[in-house]
Antibody
Framework: QVQLVESGGGVVQPGRSLRLSCVAS????????LFWVRQTPDKGLEWVAV????????YYADSVKGRFTISRDNSKNTIYLQMNSLRTEDTAVYYC?????????????WGQGTLVTVSS | DIQMTQSPSTLSASVGDRVTITCRAS??????LAWYQQRPGKAPKLLIY???TLNTGVPSRFSGSGSGTEFTLTISSLQPDDFATYYC????????FGQGTKLEIK
């Protein structure tokens, strides 16, 4: 049974940092690209970052480029999202999701999401 | 950036109805399009990928079609479980989602 479990969300002040984690199980982790996707009531679903299955490539949405870093540890079946210089507009539910592709692809499995609130 | 526009934003229908949701891309994306269903408080669930391929376990009343810039998701006979929000998603060039279509009970 495939599971993706996010953690690390919470309330943080603008300008501060937060690191999200996502632990995967039930599939061959190293064969899948992994994504972070966020959702707000106003903007809907927004792709944030993707890391290729071999770790060699990662891509970011313009809205987070230079502030967020995606990484993965294939030995721990875990991906991370390091979020620096957080802004109020980064407030969202953050999902990790997997894709049976090298990088961009359809998102086969999703975690339950973790809420990040950026507020003073 | 490729813009994905869904219509309608809200759709009212009854159990047993046939409904169609449209998704238009601002430039050609081939058939690199997926559809997701999202129920309140839950994560999106993949229904269809590559425009028309049904994901494993998804009922056959769901179907997708289209290529290039215009795509449709059709539910042939609505069931109570189908009232949810549906999103299209292009993955031809980076990744973009439509704004969603809320399917509600009439």
């Amino acid at each position: 049974q495939v599971q993706l479990v996010e953690s690390g969300g919470g309330v943080v002040q603008p300008g501060r940092s937060l690191r999200l984690s996502c632990v995967a199980s039930g599939f061959i982790f190293r064969d899948y690209a992994l994504f972070w996707v966020r959702q707000t009531p106003d903007k809907g679903l927004e792709w944030v970052a993707v890391i290729s299955y071999d770790v060699n490539n990662n891509y970011y949405a313009d809205s987070v480029k230079g502030r967020f870093t995606i990484s993965r540890d294939n030995s721990k079946n875990t991906i991370y999202l390091q979020m620096n210089s957080l802004r109020t507009e980064d407030t969202a539910v953050y999902y990790c999701a997997s894709s049976a592709s090298y990088d961009f692809g359809s998102l086969d499995y999703w975690g339950q999401g973790t809420l990040v609130t950026v507020s003073s | 950036d490729i813009q994905m526009t869904q219509s309608p934003s809200t759709l009212s229908a009854s159990v047993g109805d046939r409904v169609t949701i449209t998704c238009r891309a601002s430039q050609s994306i081939g058939d690199w399009l997926a559809w997701y269903q999202q129920r309140p408080g839950k994560a999106p669930k993949l229904l269809i990928y590559k425009a028309s391929t049904l994901n494993t376990g998804v009922p056959s009343r769901f179907s997708g079609s289209g290529s290039g810039t215009e795509f449709t998701l059709t539910i042939s006979s609505l069931q109570p479980d189908d009232f949810a929000t549906y999103y299209c998603h292009q993955y031809n060039l980076y990744s973009n989602f439509g704004q969603g279509t809320k399917l509600e009970i009439k």
